[in-house]
């Protein structure tokens, strides 16, 4: 019998270490290619391994639940094992909501088309809560259990717990103080690393501490007249945005003057264009309140944009009858997407001038970009300069390397080719 009971505690002592070192590997690699997908800096290199770390990231993501299933099987023993021991029991507790917490908005996250920005605006606040928060505390974690921070082979020559309080205190003091002087050691690095992009994205997220006029003061864009925003646009009729555009780049962000900066539409046309800023901010605009989306989860509701119509631009041109899809160039030189001639005519596919009645800064695709409300950012070309009508199709950056080719945000677009 006692041996029977020794084998079993054998095994389930195997068992949970090994439950523990898959979680250990699994939370490794999900925070590399997460701490990877969230950088600006590896937005910029990666360029098409970023699809490929994505999908990493989620296959990875979902086998996290496999430890929390295996665990709950034994957690009852595990439970009983840690009676008399809080601090234990709440670091379990701590663990398994940041798993499940990661899980569950993770899949909001990954059938983003499912759910929809609803869905996945709150699911990203909380992934990057969990992350900026849950990430630190499992380092601290792991690093003050190994070995070399824990052992402390002169500590059960005392042992405390047999001494009498006063002296025992004092025979303690210095033994602890290697261990705690490494705890606070460990927590000031993690503060350091972390400390920083948790506080801008608090500052972004939370207190909005970046406004528009921020970003405007510090534009790097020289052009000169500003354009002068219509009666609908300021103040905004849209009442102004609600949420924060996370400033996306795969190059530096480019800087345009007058004399640097022209709008071209060519290829398959009846009449070419080039137009300088001067030329370009007289012309005819419209206003539109509209959503934008990221596939990345993120939106910003009721943009009150000002610009030019997609669709007036490409009628000024004339369009050819072999022309068939609308290629859109970024003055990053890098950058491309395209739509169908048919998506380009939808009444709310703009070439922006203003947003929320103020010229859109450099960091958000300033002087001028495209806005493909119903799609998701990624077709929204920033610092657009060129629009080219062709006869075959274009893949455009991001779906060179992986994105959707259909950009629809809702399933009901998505038929509308
Ligand atoms: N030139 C250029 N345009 C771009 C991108 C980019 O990296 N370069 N990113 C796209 C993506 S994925 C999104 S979500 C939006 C983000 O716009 P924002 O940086 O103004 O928030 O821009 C889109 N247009
Ligand atoms: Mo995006």
């Given at each position: 019998m006692v041996n029977w009971l020794a084998k079993l505690r054998k095994g389930y002592g195997k068992k949970l270490r090994r439950i523990h070192t898959w979680n250990a590997w699994i939370v490794v690699i999900l925070a590399i290619t997460g701490l990877i997908l969230v950088s600006g800096y590896w937005r910029e290199a990666l360029g098409g391994w970023r699809v490929w770390i994505k999908w990493a990231h989620v296959y990875v993501g979902l086998l996290l639940i496999a430890p929390v299933i295996y665990y709950l099987f034994l957690a009852a023993k595990h439970w009983k094992q840690l009676r008399g021991r809080p601090k234990q029991k709440t670091n379990v507790i701590v663990v398994l909501g940041l798993l499940v917490g990661w899980f569950l908005s993770g899949i909001v996250l990954w059938q983003l088309k499912l759910f929809g920005p609803s869905w996945t605006n709150p699911a990203l606040v909380i992934h990057d809560l969990l992350t900026w928060v849950g990430l630190p505390y499992i380092i601290y974690h792991s690093i003050t259990r190994l070995k070399w921070i824990k052992e402390e082979p002169e500590r059960r020559a005392v042992?405390?717990?047999?001494?009498?309080?006063k002296k025992g205190l004092e025979d303690e003091r210095p033994i602890y103080s290697r261990r705690v002087f490494l705890k606070w050691s460990v927590a000031g690095v993690l503060a350091v690393i972390f400390g920083p992009p948790f506080l801008k994205w608090i500052g972004k997220?939370?207190?909005?501490?970046?406004?528009m006029e921020d970003l405007l003061a510090s534009d790097a864009n020289r052009m000169v007249p500003p354009p002068s925003p219509s009666p609908k646009s300021l103040p905004p009729i849209g009442g102004g945005s609600r949420g924060e555009f996370?400033?996306?780049?795969?190059?530096?962000i480019p800087a345009f003057d007058n004399a640097t900066w022209s709008f071209t539409i060519d290829g398959l046309v009846n009449k070419e264009f080039q137009w300088n800023w001067e030329e370009f901010v007289k012309m005819q605009r419209t206003v539109q309140v509209s959503d934008f989306h990221c596939v990345t989860g993120w939106s910003v509701y009721q943009n009150t944009w000002e610009g030019l119509r997609l669709k007036d631009l490409l009628a000024m041109a004339g369009v050819r009858e072999e022309a068939k899809f609308v290629k859109f160039y970024s003055g990053d030189e890098v950058y491309t997407d395209c739509l169908s001639l048919r998506q380009a005519n939808y009444d709310d596919m703009m070439v922006a001038v203003l947003h929320d009645g103020q010229p859109i800064p450099s960091d958000l695709g300033g002087p001028v970009r495209l806005i493909?409300?119903?799609?998701?950012?990624?077709?929204?070309?920033?610092?657009?300069n060129r629009i080219e009508l062709i006869a075959e199709e274009h893949i455009g950056y991001w779906e060179q390397r992986?994105?959707?080719?259909?950009?629809?945000?809702s399933k009901r677009g998505a038929t509308e080719t």
């Open positions: 042992k405390i717990e047999d001494e009498p309080a997220d939370l207190w909005k501490t970046q406004t996370r400033v996306y780049t795969v190059t530096e493909a409300p119903k799609m998701y950012g990624y077709k929204s070309v920033k610092w657009l992986g994105y959707d080719q259909d950009g629809w945000v």
